[in-house]
């Protein structure tokens, strides 16, 4: 099975922005991999924000965009409010499996 | 409102079994996947494994393969996961996921709380 990575940690200033991305030890991510992008709060199950590369379910928030960037996986957070720190997972399907990424652990400060 | 609820987890000796049930509510399980996603204390989501609408298709993740079983009653609004030869590595609070398509792969939207399990002596 693949490995998925993703950046351990980032900072961002609230207003910023910032892009986290999902690499994959199999060669590029694309479309075929359906890229999806969780957060997860300390204490709380995860919460789906992007599927399919780029697709808002209807809660996410407009702030939150996903895309294919330099074959990679990315979500971008444009106008980062505090209540965005949080651990992000990205999620590919490879191989026939899903596997998830390390997890970006995101700092607003 | 969209909603599953896990049970069955608890402490189990190392090679016990335990079976996981997910309670499915608010929508038509049968149109979708689902799946079980498990982390472990202080680390990272898992995927374990994920079943298609109609049972015809089921996967695993290496690390559990031949030793957990996926299964699902449409009827009854329910998804398991039966785990034999469990070990420390499995201690683990284990989610259950929908997926939005009928085969497993797109990715998942609704997740329940979760239910932990602990495998010691």
């Given at each position: 099975q693949a490995v998925v990575t993703q950046e351990p940690s980032l900072t961002?200033?609230?207003?910023?922005?910032?892009?986290?991305?999902?690499?994959?030890?199999?060669?590029?991510?694309?479309?075929?991999?359906?890229?999806?992008?969780?957060?997860?709060?300390?204490?709380?199950?995860?919460?789906?924000?992007?599927?399919?590369?780029?697709?808002?379910?209807?809660?996410?928030?407009?702030?939150?965009?996903?895309?294919?960037?330099?074959?990679?996986?990315?979500?971008?957070?444009?106008?980062?409010?505090?209540?965005?720190?949080?651990?992000?997972?990205?999620?590919l399907f490879s191989g026939g499996v899903q596997v998830f990424g390390g997890g970006t652990k995101l700092t607003v400060l | 409102e969209m909603q599953l609820v896990e049970s069955g987890g608890g402490l189990v000796q190392p090679g016990g079994s335990l079976r996981l049930s997910c309670a499915a509510s608010g929508f038509t399980l049968d149109d979708f996947a689902m799946h079980w996603v498990r982390q472990a204390p202080g680390k990272g989501l898992e995927w374990v494994s994920g079943i298609s609408w109609n049972s015809a298709n089921k996967i695993y993740a290496d690390s559990v393969k031949g030793r957990f079983t996926i299964s699902r009653d449409n009827a009854k609004n329910s998804v398991f996961l039966q785990m034999s030869s469990l070990s420390a590595e499995d201690t683990a609070l284990y989610y259950c996921s929908k997926d939005i398509y009928v085969s497993p792969g797109r990715g998942m939207d609704v997740w329940g709380r979760g239910t932990t399990v602990t495998v010691s002596s």
């Open positions: 961002v200033s609230p207003g910023g922005t910032v892009t986290l991305t999902c690499a994959s030890s199999a060669g590029a991510v694309t479309s075929g991999h359906y890229p999806n992008w969780f957060q997860q709060k300390p204490g709380q199950a995860p919460r789906a924000l992007i599927y399919t590369t780029s697709n808002k379910h209807s809660w996410t928030p407009a702030r939150f965009s996903g895309s294919l960037l330099g074959g990679k996986a990315a979500l971008t957070l444009s106008g980062v409010l505090p209540e965005d720190e949080a651990e992000y997972y990205c999620m | -």
